[in-house]
């Protein structure tokens, strides 16, 4: 879908389709039929409450009333979500092309619109015989007195951020007989060549002779060997930043293995290695003036007879033992050989996603994901980038107290501490390997993937993490 701008009359173009915004409560800028029709209206049918939607028809255009709430409680996150409802209601409409009143005049709220609306729009169809009418264009309407210029600047920006959201979405979908370790690392190096990165895969081989035993643990119960990508983007002359991603295409659990209910959703702990590579793909798009290194750790968790056990005790890239007490707490191992690597590019700072820990879904549901980190700065600008994205982010804290409850009698660390405090315990294994280097974690357990429908994310694969730390770089400064 194309998202344009233009100062034309909708109403004078008969336009398809056309939505308009409004407040609860408040006059509309509409045509005096439009206006009048409004006010005959009972609150049930529209009064501008949040969630409302009513299509009327008017000529030879239809209008979309899409109810934005109180304007007191007003943010952009409630334009993004009211655009969402409004597109798909278009779409189940059977409609093609419509356009859109900016409400407000703001190259925030045209970048919002645009966010909400490619997002809304996607679906994952690939394995389906029968698709859906695509929708093909939304044209921003805007007035005489508006900044142009800067509103299609940050249209064509909130475009190439909400694809790129959407590429990582398409990764992390993907089931695990088709997205493994090695095909992973294909469409990584298709990525790098299509969009000028320099791409590196590490196989099986060159895992061995570089010693990344944690890497190779978790993957070696699988007939697909694990892998290690590494892209990097070179928009600047300073340090990188190192965004160090989890990808376990797919997760039995290992000898631990996990109950059979829900375990098709174990395509999903991909998504952190997949918001690394739309995170790579869209400062490429953007032409970002940072410097990147996109590292992810991908392996298959499966039981079978050359399988990691419980009790085993490992040596992680690093040097440090670790000893295993559940082969389902994979993710922090591979994690560990991964930013033991980014520790050795000596990067400015280190981000890394991952769908770590239940616990974390116990403690934040599915609406936030946890954020631990090292440097306070660091953690205030990925959570201030969160509120602005709608991709939030809560702080955990990292006190010495919960990295006291990994340590192991027999080896360095244990991947598992007590039931309590989960997310937190798992966070600190990881800490042990970025030492002083600036780091922030987001364990993404409960945002990588949805179950439910939300105002403009659908089921399956979010992309949590392209949106918000595309939009940190931009501020990054």
Not at 277 to 299: C, E, H
Not at 400 to 416: P, R, T, W
Request: charge should be positive; proline fraction near 4%.
């Amino acid at each position: 879908m194309k998202v344009t701008v233009t100062a034309a009359n909708p109403f004078r173009q008969n336009a398809p389709a056309i939505v308009i915004l409004a407040h609860q409560n408040e006059r509309i800028s509409a045509p005096a039929n439009i206006q009048a029709l409004r006010r005959r209206l009972t609150a049930k049918e529209f009064d501008g409450s949040e969630k409302q939607l009513l299509l009327l028809h008017a000529g030879k255009s239809r209008v979309l009333l899409a109810g934005l709430g109180q304007r007191t409680d007003f943010t952009l996150e409630t334009l993004r979500r009211a655009t969402g409802r409004a597109v798909r209601k278009l779409r189940a409409a059977g409609l093609e092309n419509a356009v859109v009143i900016l409400n407000p005049e703001t190259p925030e709220a045209a970048a919002a619109i645009t966010d909400a609306a490619v997002l809304a729009l996607y679906k994952f169809t690939e394995f389906k015989a029968d698709k859906d009418i695509t929708f093909k264009s939304l044209t921003i309407c805007v007035s005489g007195k508006a900044d142009l210029p800067a509103i299609k600047t940050a249209v064509s920006r909130a475009q190439h951020i909400a694809e790129s959201s959407n590429f990582a979405r398409s990764l992390g979908n993907l089931p695990g007989n088709v997205l493994y370790p090695a095909t992973l690392a294909d469409r990584a190096a298709e990525l790098a060549k299509e969009f000028g990165l320099k791409c590196t895969i590490l196989d099986k081989n060159a895992l061995e002779k570089a010693g990344f035993g944690g890497l190779l643990a978790v993957g070696g119960g699988s007939a697909r060997d694990p892998r290690l990508i590494v892209l990097e983007y070179n928009g600047g002359d300073q340090k990188p930043v190192a965004l160090v991603g989890k990808a376990i295409t797919f997760d039995t659990g290992g000898i631990s293995i996990k109950p059979a209910d829900k375990m098709d959703e174990m395509k999903f702990d991909k998504c952190g290695g997949c918001a690394v590579l739309g995170i790579l793909r869209g400062a490429a798009q953007l032409k970002l003036p940072v410097k990147l290194l996109g590292i992810i750790a991908a392996a298959e968790n499966m039981p079978g007879a050359n399988s990691y056990r419980p009790g085993d005790i490992i040596t992680s890239y690093r040097g440090l033992t670790i000893e295993v007490l559940n082969t389902d707490a994979e993710g922090r191992i591979v994690l560990g050989d991964a930013l033991a690597y980014a520790v050795e590019q000596k990067p400015q700072a280190i981000i890394d996603f991952a769908t770590l820990t239940g616990a974390c879904v116990v403690a934040l549901g599915n609406f936030a994901a946890g954020l631990f980190g090292n440097d306070d700065a660091l953690v205030a600008k990925l959570r201030a980038a969160g509120e602005r994205t709608g991709e939030r982010a809560w702080p955990m804290p990292l006190w010495q107290d919960y990295k006291d409850l990994i340590q192991s009698d027999v080896a360095d660390q244990k991947n598992q501490g007590p039931r309590g405090a989960g997310a937190i315990t798992a966070a600190g294994f990881l800490a042990k390997y970025v030492g002083h280097t600036p780091w922030a974690h987001f364990d993404i357990a409960g945002t990588g993937w949805i179950n439910e429908e939300r105002a403009y994310l659908g089921k399956g694969a979010t992309g949590y993490g392209v949106r918000l730390v595309l939009d940190a770089l931009g501020n990054w400064s």
